[in-house]
């Protein structure tokens, strides 16, 4: 049933960055990564076709709204590793205890410091959605930590999975430093490969000693935790009707800036390039010819989908 074990190969004591070998894993249906990543697909979908997502992979980005989305990011981690800290010993969840490696709340902590001040603190608050996401990560902490899993998993491996491509066009959008300020949550210093570091994950998981009721538990919990986490992008939709703020466009244009014609627009034929069709994949690479001051995003935008469609293989 197990995936192959993966170890680090090297040791975080040097200083230098731990090295996570890439194994081939022999998976099965009943293997508790499948059964998440089966079990979450169509909600995980409904997740990414939220307007608020959609906009932030087109690039129309809102500054305030991202502030506040990583607002609701920093209350969330801290919750999430506060019972994470909690149950680190615990059988179900030790195996996954990566705190050096996958911790957000203090990037999250400087990232909201960059944007808010040095008096962050005083000026950000939990949201009502936020809350009920926090209130489900404390109660299962605390009453059935098995179920961590489910949220770490959810959150850990979708920040590996996209990380990098939501900074460069949340970077672009914005105009941030090209150093990294704002974006720290974004940015895995201590993992080596990400990809690696997300088959040794899943291996852990797929390890533990789990029966298939509570496996079918955890799946049902991911579902929730997606569930919460739209319930925020949905909440962030609301609040933006309500703000007077230029939209930050990294510079694509939209489907209307086209004449109506669909097929012109770069994101259209990126996706359907994704799709694996070869005329398509020459309309990618004719939008961008005619664009080319939009090439860095569309090639974002088309790594997008790629890793989104990844994410149901891993």
Not at 31 to 44: P, Q, R, W
Not at 73 to 92: F, G, Q, S, V, W
Not at 277 to 283: L, P, R, V
């Amino acid at each position: 049933m197990s995936a192959e074990k993966m170890e680090t190969s090297a040791s975080v004591s040097n200083g230098e960055k731990p090295v996570y070998e890439e194994k081939e894993d022999t998976l099965s249906p009943e293997d508790l990564s499948e059964m998440l990543a089966a079990g979450t697909k169509e909600v995980h979908e409904k997740a990414e076709n939220t307007q608020f997502v959609k906009d932030f992979l087109r690039g129309r980005i809102r500054k305030e709204l991202f502030k506040l989305g990583a607002v609701a990011l920093y209350y969330t981690y801290t919750a999430m590793e506060e019972e994470i800290e909690r149950n680190k010993d615990h059988p179900h969840f030790a195996p996954l205890y990566f705190p050096v490696e996958l911790h957000r709340h203090e990037a999250l902590a400087r990232d909201l410091e960059y944007f808010y001040g040095a008096d962050w603190q005083s000026q950000v608050s939990c949201s009502q959605a936020t809350q009920r996401y926090v209130d489900r990560i404390h109660q299962v902490g605390q009453e059935d930590p098995v179920l961590l899993v489910s949220h770490a998993y959810t959150r850990y491996m979708g920040d590996l999975s996209g990380g990098q491509v939501l900074k460069k066009v949340a970077q672009r959008a914005m105009k941030l430093p090209p150093t990294g300020e704002g974006l720290e949550f974004y940015q895995f210093d201590a993992i080596h490969s990400a990809k690696a570091f997300k088959q040794l994950y899943r291996s852990r998981m797929n390890e533990l000693e789990l029966d298939t009721a509570i496996k079918k538990r955890l799946v049902d919990e991911a579902v929730k935790a997606f569930q919460f986490n739209m319930e925020v992008f949905e909440e962030l939709e609301e609040i933006g009707k309500t703000i007077q703020e230029e939209v930050l466009d990294a510079g694509m244009p939209v489907h209307g800036a086209m004449g109506g014609d669909i097929s012109k627009c770069p994101y259209y034929t990126a996706k359907m390039a994704a799709s694996g069709g070869t005329a398509y994949a020459c309309q990618l690479a004719m939008a961008i010819l005619r664009h080319p001051t939009g090439q860095v995003l569309c090639a974002t935008w088309f790594a997008a989908l790629a890793g989104l469609a990844a994410w149901y293989l891993m």
